[in-house]
């Protein structure tokens, strides 16, 4: 819904609509401006006057207008509004009011979200563009909507609040600016939150403020909220998980939507001046719901939750299925699901007054229906863990989630999952292609488990005693050991089942990527030779090779994850490079993986890093099965040889530049560094630099790679050096040490021209350019 706003007011639709507004007023008579109520009005809402102008003109003035113009009589509407909303005022007149406008701006609405909202933006005057055009939205009564009275029951100022609620969120769906005007009311917006503690109001509610947050420029602080802990400790599950909707907007740091910005001198810029700043607003609202008592452990309950049992038929797939692709909003699971819930609590009640049996009208909705409505529950539940796991507290909510059992609870809930589609339908979600056939359902699930953790737990091999959780940002494991008593059920835990799932899917399938990125999280960091054999012997590493170069795969997300998790299957594993020279056992093969190698070194960076740090280390070991390995395998073999190596560091160099560096490709600085580490390591160092220096002159571009790469490293410099997460992967993933790195970048950056290992002794005087500014401005 969030997109809904821009739509209605873009483009021609409101110059149609101005044009026209402009011509209804035009026939006052005795006003020789008629277009300056127009503006007058507009300036209205903006300023939060709207109201102020419309009360100057009389009811029966604004009746005359209304047979002309058709308005619906909502001017009328809210005067009368207006006059009814005060603190002394008749709140039934005032309730009685709002049901005859809320109908008016539902169907409105409702057209604008199905099929029809191409009509509905034709249309000269639609009554939500009316209603805010005369304040409406300004009206007391809407802004403050749980005003009641001494002596009036709660069900009142319920029903007033819904109805209040539903003309606002209308509005918002239908007049582009009225969401952004509600986002800049921060009092509002906090106030909005203590609605939520009626279960009347509660998902009008949730929906209207998640609307808003979605648009607003700076991010609301939980700590702000009257009694949070209070209100969220009240929810019941169906209200928390909701609730998680909301707070993943408030708990993950917000994206400008620049790429410009996504890189890493950004990214430096904003992390100093957040530094001097203290926690951002995402950080504080986690630390809060993190200090509310119980609250992971609901959210552990609440993704662990068994769904039906009755779920296994391929009709009752395809079902469920067809239902996700008609609700693609959970908010109308949400109502449809409220309603129910209301009128079965009715007819209970009618039931036992009258003696007669009750009948659920809960228990008569499809069986999928109610699946689903579970299923979308967890995926914004799962999202919400993700941001925690990767947060400041994220030590502590790794503990947490190990206490409440969260993995073998999602091992148990994998096969009630929906990973393939069912059903002949068309419909291609966004970043999916029509090769895709990964369901709906799981196209929700599939980043949100990938995301989440992958566990070290399976059971079908006694010895594999594992149970640490690891996130997809690569966090170390919460212990160094684990009670039998957290370990998946069965014979399959949730590891195992992932890898099952992923070698069903398509070659081009999008859910491959999540899936072969959570797999790498569990191997990424220090090398475990027995999580790689753990892989090895489920043929992870032949069904990878398949995709590369037997399938054909196009997918560069897909390419990338998979070269990356080949990367860190084969470091450092002789066993795993054995396997690889058995599957790619033709020249033919072996030149279409150079071919998908060769064909974009951003995505296979990492495994040329890899292998490289694989073949330094097996040549500095004395055993017959390397030495075996080392004289039979093509890929070893091949990057040994200096061209390649000075063919790899060329490009890896001239790909990124200081300004366009991002988390995406500053492993190709990384990768060039560690050729360079390890010719260092054998005294090779200077040969490098003078096979690069001429490199550079046999493409007619003396000096430009060398200065480039002089700005890289003083970029790296400030980087990592004060950034100890970074510097301890970098570690951790090439056994090399960070004093080593350090040692390695600042010979290169020596000044002296007479040091055999500095670049500036490589660059001719005419073109030396290493003194250049790159900080962004």
């Known amino acids: 819904m969030a997109a809904a706003p821009a739509a209605a007011g873009s483009g021609a639709g409101r110059g149609r609509r101005a044009a026209a507004t402009v011509a209804a007023w035009g026939g006052w008579g005795g006003r020789p401006r008629p277009g300056n109520i127009l503006l007058q009005l507009r300036q209205g809402q903006l300023t939060g006057r709207g109201l102020v102008r419309a009360v100057q003109f009389t009811e029966t003035f604004l009746a005359e207008r209304d047979k002309q113009s058709k308005w619906s009589g909502i001017p009328q509407l809210l005067l009368k509004l207006y006059a009814t909303s005060h603190l002394h005022s008749d709140f039934i007149e005032c309730q009685n009011i709002l049901k005859e406008i809320s109908p008016l701006l539902s169907m409105e609405a409702m057209a604008f979200v ?71 009311k921060n009092d509002f917006v906090i106030f909005l939150f203590t609605l939520m503690t009626s279960k009347k109001t509660f998902l009008q509610t949730a929906t209207l403020i998640e609307d808003i947050l979605g648009v607003k420029k700076e991010m609301i602080r939980l700590d702000e909220v009257p009694n949070l802990s209070s209100l969220v400790s009240n929810f019941d599950q169906q209200q928390l998980a909701n609730f998680c909707r909301i707070l993943a907007v408030t708990i993950s740091e917000m994206d400008t939507g620049n790429d410009d910005k996504h890189t890493l001198l950004a990214k430096n810029a904003q992390q100093k001046k957040s530094l001097s700043l203290g926690p951002s607003a995402a950080e504080i609202n986690q630390a809060a719901l993190l200090s509310i008592p119980g609250f992971v452990e609901r959210l552990c309950k609440l993704a662990t939750r068994k769904v039906s049992e009755s779920t296994g038929t391929a009709s009752f797939l395809q079902e469920l299925e067809e239902w996700y692709t008609w609700l693609d909003n959970a908010l109308v699971l949400d109502a449809l699901m409220r309603v129910a819930n209301e009128e079965s609590e009715h007819n209970q009640g009618a039931s036992e007054e009258n003696g007669l049996p009750h009948t659920s009208t809960r228990t008569q909705l499809p069986q999928s229906m109610k699946i689903m409505h579970e299923i979308m529950y967890k995926l914004e539940v799962l999202y919400v863990l993700c941001v925690l796991l990767m947060g400041r507290q994220r030590n502590q909510v790794h503990r947490m989630i190990a206490e409440f059992k969260l993995i073998p609870g999602l091992n148990n809930l994998f096969d009630k999952l929906i990973w393939r589609k069912h059903s002949a339908s068309a419909l291609v979600l966004h970043g999916h292609n029509q090769n895709c056939d990964c369901s709906p359902v799981s196209r929700g699930c599939g980043n949100r488990w990938a995301l989440l953790i992958v566990s070290r737990s399976d059971n079908s091999n006694p010895s594999a005693n594992w149970d640490w959780a690891l996130s997809a940002s690569g966090l170390p494991p919460t212990s160094g050991f684990c009670s039998r008593s957290l ?84 470091k450092f594993n002789v066993d795993a490079f054995k396997r690889f020279n058995k599957y790619i056992n033709t020249d033919a093969k072996f030149q279409v993986f150079l071919k998908q190698i060769n064909s974009s070194l951003v995505d296979s960076n990492m495994l040329v890093r890899c292998v490289t740090l694989s073949l330094d280390r097996f040549e500095n070991q004395v055993d017959m099965k390397v030495a075996e390995v080392l004289s039979e395998c093509r890929l070893l073999a091949y990057i040994s040889q200096v061209p390649t190596q000075m063919s790899f560091l060329f490009r890896l160099i001239n790909i990124i530049h200081v300004q366009t560096l991002t988390q995406e490709n500053v492993s190709c600085l990384n990768t060039s560094l560690v050729i360079l580490m390890l010719a260092r390591r054998k005294e090779r160092l200077p040969l490098y630099l003078r096979l690069l220096q001429r490199m550079e002159h046999s493409k007619k571009y003396p000096g430009f790679l060398l200065n480039n790469f002089h700005n890289l490293l003083r970029f790296w410099q400030q980087h990592y050096l004060h950034k100890d997460k970074d510097s301890t992967c970098l570690e951790n993933s090439s056994c090399i040490s960070f004093s080593y790195w350090k040692e390695t970048v600042s010979i290169l950056l020596n000044p002296d021209r007479q040091s055999p290992s500095a670049l500036v002794s490589y660059i001719e005087e005419p073109y030396m350019d290493i003194d250049r500014d790159f900080t962004e401005e």
């Not at 072969?516 to 069904?543: C, I, N, P, W």
């Not at 170069?549 to 897909?558: L, Y």
Request: aromatic letters at 10%.
């Open 114 to 184: 199905t099929e029809e909202r191409k009509l509905t933006q034709e249309t000269t005057y639609p009554n939500t563009y009316i209603f805010d055009l005369f304040g409406g939205v300004d009206v007391k009564i809407l802004m403050r909507p749980t005003i009641s009275i001494r002596g009036q029951k709660l069900k009142i100022s319920d029903e007033m609040s819904k109805d209040c609620l539903s003309i606002l969120y209308n509005t918002c769906v239908c007049t582009e600016g009225v969401t952004k005007r509600l986002a800049e």
């Open 487 to 570: 370990v998946c059920d069965g014979k399959r835990g949730l590891l195992t089942r992932l890898l099952q799932v992923m070698k069903k899917e398509p070659a081009e399938s999008s859910f491959r990527f999540w899936q072969a990125r959570a797999v790498e999280s569990f191997l990424r960091g220090t090398t475990s030779y027995a999580d790689q054999m753990f892989l090895l012997k489920r043929g992870l590493l032949e069904h990878i090779l398949y995709c590369i170069v037997d399938s054909e795969c196009k997918s560069r997300d897909v390419l990338q994850s998979y070269f990356d998790l080949l990367g860190e299957l084969m």
